[in-house]
């Protein structure tokens, strides 16, 4: 089985900074796509950022310049650094991973539980 655990959530002031983490662990063997994804009271879910095994990156516009997605291969965990934080930034923020647990098996898709962001003064 596959886990993802998020961190780094919590309350902060627009204008500020938060850095989430989400560490992949169980049976791994290649992790393909991460990203990043939110969701808002009353709306849909949507993509943030997506970071590819190669360090290849995409962002919503909504948060491009203000947001980064990074991973460290070696520890299987992917980051965001929100930055110029907004009250419209406020939501769950839920990791996704595209992960193949043996060499010739198929990827699966993995989502975290979800971390609480809110950006209120």
């Known amino acids: 089985q596959v886990q993802l655990v998020e961190s780094g959530g919590g309350l902060v002031q627009p204008g500020g900074s938060l850095r989430l983490s989400c560490a992949a662990s169980?049976?791994?063997?290649?992790?393909?796509?991460m990203g990043w994804y939110r969701q808002a009271p009353g709306k849909q879910r949507e993509l943030v950022a997506t970071?590819?095994?190669?360090?290849?990156?995409s962002y919503a516009d909504s948060v491009k310049g203000r947001f980064t997605i990074s991973r460290d291969n070696a520890k299987n965990t992917v980051y965001l650094q929100m930055n110029s934080l907004k009250p419209e930034d406020t939501a769950v923020y839920y990791c996704?991973?595209?992960?193949?647990?043996?060499?010739?098996?198929?990827?699966?898709?993995?989502w975290g539980q979800g971390t609480q962001v809110t950006v209120s003064s």
């Open positions: 169980g049976s791994i063997f290649y992790i393909n796509l």
């Open positions: 970071i590819t095994s190669g360090g290849s990156t």
């Open positions: 996704n991973a595209s992960i193949r647990s043996r060499r010739f098996s198929a990827s699966n898709d993995y």
